[in-house]
């Protein structure tokens, strides 16, 4: 029940619901169920979560005191009555709007240094607009739940008719509700609501209130006996419908709409004599080839490529190293990146380490943003981590005077990039483990 104050007005909705459901197959719960949401209904800030709870409460309060405990929530909610009478003589009151006006007094010092009062009045005005909680939402122009509260206070007057044998009370409930209901009839004319009440709802009110006054005996069975019968049929009906889908559910086997159809001649046996689908393992083996593989840069032959200059230069250079056991072959793309024509541009290299240049690159002719490979290729004469370092020089066709230069980043060769795996005997290890330096023996002598 603490859901139904709250601002989630689909939970509370979906509450109401089970408690509906709940009163109407345990009786033994309605009791309690109906004393909780009698507590919780002024807590109540929803219009349509109101209206299911004055329904429930007017459908299944049956004793005197559920009965009486009701109206006076009504009574409460709704203020005092007549509706119309009492917003126009609160309107006309002078107090409505209380002001209170208070000195506050202070000393000062001034500019010469003498003492000062200074006075300020300050002024607090207090509205007291708490309107109840049914009276706001009918000066709203909600009548449709004032349908519904006459609806509740209908099933209410006739069922008291027949729990309590007190004729002056039966009397006196009876004309509060008709008193409440020609109130809302009252007040939906009137221009006091924000939207005038609709003559539906002014047509059920008046039906309302012929009902209580007449008291026929087939409306009072239609208001206290087929209203809830209906309700029962209608929850035996949900619950049979909801079994006969069940059961149904059980028998239907349920497949996709795309899903694929095995023919059964196209069904080969396999070794471990397995029926499997030749049509689909020709797809699997034609899609798993078209699958893209996360691939590691540093494995791949992107990281064998080397920068040599950078994109703002005249020339731009790149190199691709080719390791093959001692030998290193250097593939220099060389691209123009001025509409100039360039004369005579050669690759200068130079190795710093056991490297040695076996081929010196031509020199070439290069068209204005053209580009092309040479090559260079480093002989490597010992194991040890070696750098190749150098420029490219060229000349501008067209242009006299010295030739122009641009250095080249340095290519640090790896000891590893030219280091196999291989295999040898004990004997062939403890020899050339011995030809290293730091293993070689020297006798020292020492006076004694």
């Known amino acids: 029940m603490d859901f139904l104050a ?31 949401l009698l507590d919780s209904l002024p807590s109540i800030k929803s219009i349509s979560v109101l209206h299911a709870g004055l329904w429930i409460l007017g459908e299944y309060c049956s004793t005197e005191e559920q009965i009486r405990s009701m109206l006076d929530a009504v009574l409460a909610s709704i203020g005092d009555l007549p509706i119309v009478d009492t917003e126009i003589r609160e309107s006309t009151k002078d107090d409505t709007d209380t002001t209170t006006t208070t000195v506050v007094s202070s ?22 607009d708490d309107k109840p909680q049914l009276r706001t939402f ?3 122009g909600e009548f449709f739940l ?38 809302i009839i009252h007040l939906g004319k009137s221009a006091l609501p924000k939207k005038p009440i ?55 086997v349920k497949t996709d709409v795309d899903a694929l159809i095995n023919f059964s001649h196209i069904l080969s046996n ?30 791949t ?33 060389v691209v123009n990146q001025t509409p100039d024509t360039l004369q005579n541009l050669t690759l200068e290299l130079a190795t710093l380490g056991d490297l040695k240049l076996v081929d010196k690159p031509s020199p070439i002719t290069l068209a204005g943003n053209d580009f092309c490979n040479t090559k260079a290729q480093v002989k490597v004469a010992s194991t040890e981590t070696g750098i190749i370092f150098g420029n490219i020089v060229y000349d501008v066709s067209g242009v006299s005077g010295d030739k122009s230069c641009v250095v080249l980043n340095d290519i640090h060769i790896d000891i590893m990039d030219y ?30």
């Open 146 to 183: 004032g349908a519904a509260l006459a609806t509740a206070l209908t099933k209410l007057s006739l069922r008291y008719q027949q729990v309590c044998v007190d004729g002056r009370a039966r009397n006196k409930l009876t004309a509060q509700s008709m008193l409440i209901l020609a109130s």
């Open 419 to 448: 280091i196999v795996p291989a295999t040898c005997t004990d004997t062939e290890f403890r020899k050339m483990w011995a030809e290293f330096e730091w293993e070689n023996k020297g006798f020292q002598c020492r006076a004694t």
């Open 6 to 36: 709250e601002g989630n007005e689909k939970a509370a909705e979906s509450v109401l619901e089970f408690v509906r459901e709940a009163v109407t197959r345990f009786e033994n719960l309605q009791p309690s169920i109906i004393e909780k």
């Open 198 to 252: 609709s003559d539906d709802d002014v047509d059920w009110l008046s039906l309302c209130i012929r009902v209580l006054n007449d008291r026929s005996p087939i409306l009072v069975s239609i208001f206290t006996f087929a209203c809830r019968q209906s309700l029962q049929d209608m929850i035996g009906t949900i619950d049979l419908t909801k079994l006969k889908l069940s059961e149904a559910e059980k028998d239907i």
């Open 107 to 128: 000393s000062r010092v001034t500019a010469d240094g003498t003492y000062a009062t200074q006075s300020a009045l300050s002024t607090v005005t207090n509205n007291n």
């Open 301 to 333: 032959a992107l990281s064998k490529v080397y920068q040599l200059t950078g994109f703002s230069d005249p020339i731009y250079a790149e190199a691709y190293i080719n390791v093959n056991q001692y030998d290193i072959v250097l593939d220099v793309l």
């Open 270 to 299: 396999v070794n471990d004599g397995q029926a499997v689908d030749e049509l689909e393992l020709s797809l699997l083996q034609a899609t798993e080839g078209s699958k893209k593989k996360d691939t590691d840069v540093s494995t």
């Open 138 to 140: 009918l000066l709203d």
